[in-house]
């Protein structure tokens, strides 16, 4: 089983949308909706952002939005803020020997 | 609030052994699922144990790369997870945390700040 496939960067200026993908198989995220997304600043504790594809937990801002389609899933970030400058990486379950797959990660910076 | 807190990282030589422990508060430990995963440098995480709570049997898988060289463990009467790695190899080099689902089913929404095991010689 490989990792799922983000891109490196995404960079946005203060405002703006920027939306990162995470790419798996048939195998993993293309039969489910059990993705999930985090944030990840150097040093801290990752932090769960949405969860099932789209959902949010409590306390997570709505400028989040999650959404799946086939063997790929989206995070998309609206109204950019300095404070989104993280890295960001998905997970998803896997039919397979390991139950979790977890992307490379995408580093987020904010211009 | 929910806490896991992770030690027992540190430098060791090819070979060696290492015990991590993650020490978790704020929830009801023993019916949780609690999983090992790590990020090596410049990687993405990738999951490494597992060992289901007590309602679950406490069923254990483990990845592919550390079968047979790492064990994972709890004591419930220590709201303690432990993680025994043996025969340790550069590529283990990584920042281990330890993760659990408490309330978003399928995701894991509680998570160390992670410690740093180097393997080097």
């Known amino acids: 089983q490989s990792a799922l496939t983000q891109p490196a960067s995404v960079s946005g200026s203060p405002g703006q949308s920027i939306t990162i993908s995470c790419t798996g198989t048939?195998?993993?995220?293309?039969?489910?909706?059990?993705v999930s997304w985090y944030q990840h600043h150097p040093g801290k504790a990752p932090k769960l952002i949405l969860y099932?594809?789209?959902k949010r937990p409590s306390g997570v801002s709505s400028r989040f939005s999650g959404s799946k389609s086939g063997n790929a899933a989206s995070l998309t970030i609206y109204g950019l803020q300095a404070e989104d400058e993280a890295d960001y990486f998905c997970?998803?379950?896997?039919?397979?020997?390991?139950?979790?797959?977890f992307g490379g990660g995408t580093k987020v910076t904010v211009l | 609030e929910v806490q896991l807190e992770e030690s027992g990282g540190g430098l060791v030589k090819p070979g060696g052994s290492l015990r991590l422990s993650c020490a978790a508060s704020?929830?009801?430990?023993?019916?949780?699922?609690l999983n090992w995963v790590r990020q090596a440098p410049g990687k993405g995480m990738a999951w490494i144990a597992r060992?289901?709570?007590?309602?679950?049997?406490?069923?254990?898988d483990y990845a592919a790369p550390v079968q047979g060289r790492f064990t994972i463990w709890r004591d419930d009467s220590k709201n303690t997870l432990y993680l025994q790695m043996n025969s340790l190899k550069t590529e283990d080099t990584a920042v281990y945390y330890c993760?659990?689902?408490?309330?978003?089913?399928?995701?894991?929404?509680?998570w160390g700040q992670g410690t740093m095991v180097a393997v080097s010689s």
């Open positions: 997970c998803s379950f896997a039919r397979g020997s390991t139950p979790w797959l």
């Open positions: 060992i289901k709570g007590k309602n679950d049997g406490g069923t254990i």
């Open positions: 048939s195998s993993d995220i293309g039969s489910h909706y059990l």
């Open positions: 704020g929830f009801i430990f023993d019916i949780a699922s």
């Open positions: 993760i659990t689902t408490l309330f978003s089913p399928n995701s894991f929404d509680a």
């Open positions: 099932e594809a789209y």
